[in-house]
């Protein structure tokens, strides 16, 4: 078989439930496209990290003007404004080396909407654990849509705001302070607020048993699985970001209301059990998040093994993970305690974030 295109190859980063099952079982097992596919995500980065390329032509690698130009762009997707789906502009942005340095994933998934009455919550985040699989597999892994419809229901709104009294107004939330910066980092940061997402999942049976004919096949949808619907909730959260010489920023603190999903009738252990069966998930990686605690507690952190390593480390007494990057670029320690879900990470050293992550007030 002929390698996928280049543009494959982006489609797989920028929209990967378009990108047909073939292609990714190649990509997957082909070290010539993996390199390629690695070559896309490092051009990817640059573009994202100032999210307008020509400005960027002009201005170089700016983190602070790659946000005024998201948040610019965040809100012209607005629904009032634009007929079409406005995920497709702001899930590529999400990539960008400023957005993972500061952990705008943890930024923008929370709990903070209370669910209806007629909902049962099944997951909470009380606390995080690494998952670490290799690039090609993550690669494999199903999209959502091959098993049914997402809905992006409410849209975050990223924006900077003028201080840290701002940002705790915008969300609700106390700003971490950092009394003491590390060596390298000077000057005061930037503040960022990002308001409430939530996505509404509908299972579809007819779509899983697709899925699992063109996969060798699988176990029955459980009963009652069909037409269920899952909502998953995000943010409020905030962060304060030191910008650095070029590229990711050299501290960035954020904290958010942690990750949560409500059902509408089917149980976390049915849901977990099932998903965990189907074709196309890696042994590994099941195998791994078959440890987890079965109340539907521990929140995955994917690690691409071979890029970065992860450890164990404790912020005043309560687990934290830390993750650094192999070439000791950067670091990060994100943890959850009291309701809340806090990331501190940047162009430091291990200990360096930990020490900083130890000292917030």
Not at 3 to 12: F, I, S, V, Y
Not at 251 to 258: D, K, Y
Not at 310 to 335: E, H, L
Request: overall charge negative; proline content about 8%.
């Amino acid at each position: 078989m002929r390698h996928p295109t280049d543009g494959t190859l982006r489609r797989l980063l920028d929209e990967p439930a378009g990108v047909a099952d073939v292609d990714r079982e190649h990509i997957g097992s082909c070290a010539v496209c993996l390199a390629g596919l690695a070559a896309a995500r490092r051009d990817a980065a640059a573009a994202d990290s100032v999210l307008d390329p020509q400005v960027g032509a002009e201005v170089g690698t700016d983190v602070d003007a790659g946000w005024r130009r998201l948040s610019r762009a965040m809100a012209a997707d607005r629904p009032e404004r634009v007929a079409s789906p406005p995920r497709r502009r702001w899930r590529p942005a999400l990539r960008s080396p400023v957005v993972v340095a500061v952990g705008v994933v943890v930024l923008v998934a929370g709990a903070g909407a209370a669910a209806a009455a007629d909902w049962l919550q099944i997951f909470r985040t009380e606390q995080v654990a690494p998952v670490t699989a290799s690039e090609a597999d993550l690669v494999k892994l199903p999209d959502l849509t091959a098993f049914g419809s997402v809905e992006v229901t409410q849209q975050p709104d990223v924006h900077q705001v003028s201080d840290a009294a701002s940002a705790a107004d915008a969300t609700g939330m106390t700003a971490p302070r950092v009394d003491t910066l590390p060596p390298g980092v000077s000057g005061e940061p930037t503040y960022y607020a990002g308001g409430p997402m939530s996505a509404l999942f509908t299972f579809s049976a007819a779509k899983a048993a697709a899925f699992e004919t063109e996969n060798g096949g699988g176990p029955p949808p459980p009963a009652g699985l069909d037409g269920s619907q899952f909502r998953l909730t995000a943010g409020p959260g905030l962060a304060a970001v030191w910008s650095g010489s070029q590229g990711p920023p050299a501290l960035a603190v954020a904290r958010a209301v942690p990750p949560a999903v409500y059902s509408s009738g089917v149980p976390f252990e049915t849901v977990r059990d099932y998903l965990l069966s189907l074709p196309g998930l890696p042994d590994d990686v099941a195998t791994q998040l078959k440890g987890f605690a079965a109340d539907g507690t521990t929140l995955p952190l994917f690690l691409i093994a071979g890029k970065v390593s992860s450890s164990t480390a404790d912020v005043n007494g309560v687990p934290a993970t830390v993750v650094t990057s192999v070439d000791g670029a950067m670091a990060g320690v994100v943890w959850v305690d009291d309701g809340a879900v806090t990331a501190v990470a940047g162009s430091l050293t291990a200990d360096e974030v930990l020490s900083v992550a130890r000292g917030l007030r």
